[in-house]
């Protein structure tokens, strides 16, 4: 049974792969066999987290990408599929926030957040379905949602997000049914409150509290827990599945 959880030989891409959730889920495929494609808009950060996953002995490159811009997307792939020779699995975990009320979103920071969280997830999606089709793999490709895209935050300045996220699961479907014919599987991870840097800033203060007690579980997810996840859709363990978006919440969505 286990063995089909291995990815042993698989080629993984993780944009947004530098840190949080990203990083934790290249580091799960990663134990589970995968070579790994680290791909962010912080080289920096991409750079010394591909070296740690070296030093764990696995093999591991650090790619500049920013989802937004399709010529960079369209760089990072062809970058990739020279380096390690094909792409079986892609994770689309590069994402951002920015928290206002819906009366006072800014035009500048709506854009921001639609052009990575929604229009990144298409432009990568399109890319990786594009690379899968023309060397006739059946890939897998996740998508990172969140649970606001089923909910609006209670009491949160987060509309904008949960709109991008919603977008994030049409997408997930749409490309699903496009693509089941050809073997490739779209799904998506809806997470809920999980303590990384993208959350720092208020997990800690009445508003995190506040959180806690709408989770049913009563804790927020650790980013080591988000990995089997996405080893289980990024293997064959998940082969009939597709697009489906699969909350991983601690509860959250059940109140
Ligand atoms: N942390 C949570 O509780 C939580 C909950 C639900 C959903 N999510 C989603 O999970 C994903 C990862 O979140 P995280 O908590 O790990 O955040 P994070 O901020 O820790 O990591 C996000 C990574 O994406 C990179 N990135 C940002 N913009 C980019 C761009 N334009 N191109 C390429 N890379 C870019 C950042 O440099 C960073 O390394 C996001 O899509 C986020 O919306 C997170």
Avoid at 23 to 32: D, I, R, S, V, W
Avoid at 159 to 185: D, M, P, Q
Wanted: glycine fraction near 10%.
């Amino acid at each position: 049974m286990l063995q089909a959880f291995s990815l042993q030989k698989k080629v993984a891409l993780v944009t947004g792969g530098a840190q949080g959730l990203g990083e934790a889920m290249a580091a799960a495929m990663g134990e589970a066999g995968a070579r790994l494609a680290v791909g962010d808009i912080n080289m920096e950060q991409a750079e010394i987290t591909a070296a740690a996953f070296r030093e764990r002995g696995w093999d591991a490159k650090a790619y500049a990408v920013d989802v937004s811009e399709r010529e960079t997307v369209d760089q990072l792939f062809a970058a990739v599929v020279a380096d390690f020779g094909g792409l079986d699995v892609v994770v689309n975990s590069a994402g951002l926030n920015r928290r206002h009320l819906m009366k006072d979103m800014t035009a500048e920071d709506y854009d921001t957040i639609m052009n990575v969280n929604l229009k990144g997830t298409f432009n990568v999606c399109q890319a990786a379905g594009r690379v899968m089709l023309e060397r006739a793999t059946n890939g897998s490709i996740i998508n990172i949602s969140s649970i606001s895209s089923m909910i609006v935050n209670q009491r949160r300045p987060v509309g904008t997000y949960c709109s991008s996220k919603a977008g994030v699961n049409g997408l997930t479907r749409a490309f699903a049914a496009e693509w089941a014919e050809h073997g490739i599987r779209v799904n998506a991870i809806a997470p809920g409150y999980f303590t990384t840097p993208l959350n720092e800033s208020w997990i800690h203060t009445a508003q995190g509290d506040e959180a806690l007690k709408q989770t049913p579980m009563g804790r927020f997810g650790k980013p080591e827990e988000i990995g089997p996840t996405a080893v289980y859709l990024a293997s064959d363990a998940s082969s009939f599945v597709t697009g489906h978006v699969l909350m991983l919440d601690g509860g959250y969505t059940i109140w």
